[in-house]
C-alpha cells in the first residue's frame, strides 16, 4: 500500500492561525477528557470561540482527530525519514539516528504522541487504517536496518522482530513519562536511548 | 509512602458474580469508547442489567474505574514480587523473572492493561494518588535488580534509570499489541522479552 506523506510539512507553517489555534485547544481538551469525552461545545468554550467558528474549519469532532493524528504521525515519519537517510548506508548509524529523532518529537510534542497512541480506536474506518498504513510505515523504518544488522552479524539479535517492537513502544512510551522539567533534555535522554537500543540489537561497537 | 496490597487476590475468587460479570462488562465499554465516552447506562445495556442493579455494586462510574485500575495493578505487584522473590538473590535473574512475569499478565489481561496505560488522568484525586504509589513500587521492582547489577558490574549499563523506564514501557506496551491468535505464546514472548531486557543492561551470561 503507498502511503501519501508530504515531506514539505516539517518546514510548512500554518497560514490561518484560527485553525491551527482551535487544533491546539481540542488537543488539549482531549488529553483532559479523551475524545469521547470531549464535545464541540468544549472545544469552542475553551477556545472562546462559537461553535459555528468550528465548524467552518472542521467538518466534525472526528475530522478534528483525523488532523491531530495523522499529522503528527506524518511529521514522525518524515523526521525518521530524514535522520535515517541522513546516517547513511550503516545498520548501527541508522538504528541510533532513528530512535533519537523517534524520541526527541515525542519529548516535544507529547500530547499529540499521546492522542496518538491511545484513541486510534476513536477514527472513522478509513482514517484508522490510513493510520494503521503509516505506523506500518514507522515501524518497518525501524525494522529495516535491525533485521539487516542482525542477518549481516553486525547485531547480535536473535529477535529482531520483538526487538524492533520492543525498541519501538519504548521510543512511543517517553511522550508519556518525560517531564520538561525533570532535568534532562530531549537530546541526552536522545542520546541515552539510542545506547540502550544498540546495547539491546546486541551492538558491541561505536555508532 | 505505605502502599497496601492485598496478596491473597491473585488466589481469591469473586464470590459474586453479578459484580465480577458488570466489571468485565464495564471494561468492554471503556476499551471500546474510553471512559468519559461510556454513561453507566452503556454498562447497563451491554449488561442486559437495570442502572439501579449496576449501582447497587457500585456507587459511581469512577468507582468501576478504580475497581479495574487498582486490582489489576495489585495482582501486577503480587505476580512481580513473587517471580522476583522465587529468583533468588541474582541480579539478572531477578530481572529475567520480572520481566517474564510482567509480559505474561500484559499478554493476558490486554483490556485491564490498556485502561491502566490510558484511563489515569480519568480516575478522582485519592485514587489517581493511590494508582501512582502502586506504579512507584512497580518501578522499584525493576529499578533495584538494574541498579544493583549495574553497581556491582554484572551489568554493563550506564543508563540504569533510563534502562528502568524503557524495559517497564516495552514490557507494558504488549498489551497494545499483542494478538492472542499471532502464533506466538505469552511464554515465548516473555523468554524474549527477557532475553532483550537482559541485552539492554549489558549482561552478557545466563540469567
Known sequence: MT???????LAADDSSTGRAAL?????????????HGTSMRDI?????????????YFPSKVDILRHIMIDVTQDLIVALERARDAAGPDAAKQLAAVVKAHVRL???RQGESFIGNTELRSLAPADHDHMIALRDRVAEIFRTPIQSGAKRGIFRCAFPHEATLAI???CTAVAGWYRQDG?????????????LALAMVGFSGAA
Open 3 to 9: 502511503v501519501a506523506v508530504r515531506p514539505e510539512r
Open 23 to 35: 487544533l491546539k485547544v481540542a488537543l488539549d481538551c482531549f488529553v483532559d477528557k479523551g475524545f
Open 44 to 56: 469552542a468554550q475553551r477556545a472562546n470561540a462559537s461553535i459555528a467558528a468550528i465548524y467552518y
Open 106 to 108: 515525542h519529548t516535544m
Open 168 to 170: 519501538l513502544t519504548m
Open 183 to 195: 532535568g534532562e533534555t530531549p537530546e541526552t535522554l536522545a542520546d541515552r536511548f539510542a545506547a
